[in-house]
């Protein structure tokens, strides 16, 4: 698979089972901070350590047994904006974070 079909297929997974966002945070020192954010909910764990595998980010899993792939920062708002073109669904939740 070219580095542009993993894309159009990551696309397509974002669409079905995952979303943008760039909640507001804060940090210890209570300063607020935004960080743009993409996130996939699966069951199936395997699905995430392949998209992990190719664009990096975190696995972590929740008590209810799905596990979510994350990637935030710089890298998901240039990941999304190589997304962008291939989004159907949540075409307009992903100008929120680029």
């Given at each position: 698979?070219?580095?542009?079909?993993?894309?159009?297929y990551l696309a397509g997974i974002i669409d079905g089972e995952g979303h943008f966002y760039k909640p507001d945070t804060v940090n210890?020192?209570?300063?607020h901070h935004r960080y743009s954010r993409i996130?996939?909910?699966q069951k199936d764990k395997r699905l995430l350590i392949w998209?992990?595998?190719?664009?990096?980010?975190s696995i972590s899993t929740r008590?209810?047994?799905y596990s979510l792939w994350t990637l935030q920062g710089k890298k998901a708002e240039e990941l999304a904006r190589n997304l962008q073109p291939y989004?159907?669904?949540k075409d307009t939740q992903i100008k929120r974070i680029i």
């Open positions: 698979m070219t580095r542009q079909e993993e894309v159009i210890g020192r209570g300063e996130v996939v909910s998209i992990k595998a190719r664009f990096g980010g008590k209810d047994g989004m159907i669904v």
